[in-house]
């Protein structure tokens, strides 16, 4: 597994190898890897890509000034030996000053998708995230990337993106992995005390509630399960952030849950914001 | 010579002349091309492209409402004419809904080439030649893109981009193309009446007179220049937008008239806004 630090290294590295035929999956991360990632990489050769590259970045630009982009874990070291056990090929750490000269001034802006959820709450969260997954798709040029459902609205925003300024790249998405106790995976569950995490809990059960609901009828008032649904996270004491029934495609709220809508959630365990979702 | 309407259609030509190893070129152009067009795809020739990819498209948003978006002229028919003449292999001719779908929300912003100049005098100006552009170099991806130098902070604003965005393309710069009597080649002289483009031939009288100027001396202030462009382009009845001496990369003013330095002027000839500039 080769490593880099250079975008313009990657770049001409990953050129090469589109010009000799192969086949590139790109997976971007946060680091601190899990096996939710692990899973976007196993994802990535069923989907019979030939070269797989992780880019471990955690991006400033997406985090807000009161977010917690300095305390984000790290352990670029421990990732290695994940990815290469995974099967990946290529690696990229970039630095934040490679990625963003201190002349810097272009970004990406989705207006939409980016309206609603977690990009209501955290202002240029997801401008951050635009403008970083295209340098990096400028950068690997990938026939595909893979992204994990936990974040969906991200995943949506950045088909977007790709829609928009016809990027030449499928994005594939790939379902949560859950801990046994149905805590979905997230590198910022490492924040959480064992009172926090079993408080956490009530996130998944709330979820897989509904799901189970669902199995028997084929619509349900959102009001309703958005109410029962906060209740749950209140009694377990968590702090609800959100949590909203959307149109899948669209993201705009709709009024009836039932095949087609993305239930999501994000709530506070102590300082810890947690997301999860279930799409119908 | 190819013409093509659709944005998948031409993306996936492209991706297959690439494949075989074909150089591609990208001249980006509003149409109603005049010899400073053709320069770029002359210019493209020596640069051994081997695929010259001619884009005609009047680009709404990079058109303040106040602007001339519905009578810029438009003549797709002399177009490729003058393509296939001059050796473009393929034309791109989308539709302002295949470019931009109703529910279309992403944009390419540079926040500081673009604050200046024409950039100040047009909000929302380069946000729209961003976005294009970062749409066009998706669809063609080619290996270089030609751009005139008579639009020079559009053209430092795209090498910003690219550098910023990681675009795996080379920006190449033409020379202005002008008539015998000096005037810049744009479009928009079609709008002038004799006695305006008598006028507007101040423009480029002024900066040449600047030029010889500086074949004499290494320095002069920039105030007393601007002053005497300012009162040459009054004295011969245009409304000048501004007249400024900047640095040649980063578009900061400069105080004095020296190597590396562009001096811009944008001035009204009646209601025809003109550009032309010269770097030192």
Chains 1, 2 share one sequence.
């Not at 880099?4 to 990953?14: E, H, I, R, V």
């Not at 050769?45 to 305390?71: L, M």
């Not at 790249?169 to 569950?189: C, F, H, Q, T, W």
């Amino acid at each position: 597994m080769l490593t880099f630090n250079d975008p313009g290294k990657l770049q001409a590295w990953c050129r090469l190898r589109r010009q000799k035929g192969e086949k590139i999956a790109l997976i971007p991360t946060m680091g601190y890897l899990h096996e939710g990632h692990l899973s976007l990489i196993a994802a990535a050769k069923r989907k019979n890509a030939t070269q797989i590259v992780v880019s471990v970045f955690v991006n400033p630009t997406q985090f807000g000034p009161n977010e917690d982009y300095d305390k984000y874990p790290r352990d670029e070291k421990a990732d290695v030996t994940k990815c290469r056990k995974a099967g990946a090929t290529a690696m990229f750490f970039p630095t934040p000053r490679n990625m963003y000269p201190e002349d810097y001034s272009v970004f990406v802006n989705e207006d939409r998708l980016s309206a609603t959820l977690c990009g209501a709450r955290r202002p240029g969260h997801f401008r951050g995230v635009c403008t970083v997954v295209a340098k990096l798709f400028n950068i690997v040029h990938p026939h595909f990337a893979m992204f994990g459902q936990k974040d969906f609205q991200q995943v949506q925003v950045i088909r977007r993106m790709v829609r928009d300024l016809n990027f030449d790249v499928e994005i594939a998405m790939a379902p949560i992995v859950r801990e046994k106790s149905g805590l979905a995976l997230s590198s910022r569950n490492t924040y959480l005390s064992d009172a926090e995490r079993t408080s956490a809990l009530a996130i998944s059960e709330a979820l897989r509630t509904l799901r189970r609901k669902m199995h028997k009828v084929s619509k349900l008032p959102a009001g309703d399960v958005k109410k029962q649904i906060l209740a749950h996270l209140v009694k377990n004491g968590l702090k609800p952030d959100y949590v909203e029934a959307v149109d899948a495609e669209t993201l705009a709220p709709s009024e009836t849950i039932r095949k087609g809508v993305a239930v999501m959630i994000a709530a506070y365990a102590g300082k810890t914001r947690l997301i999860d979702n279930t799409i119908i």
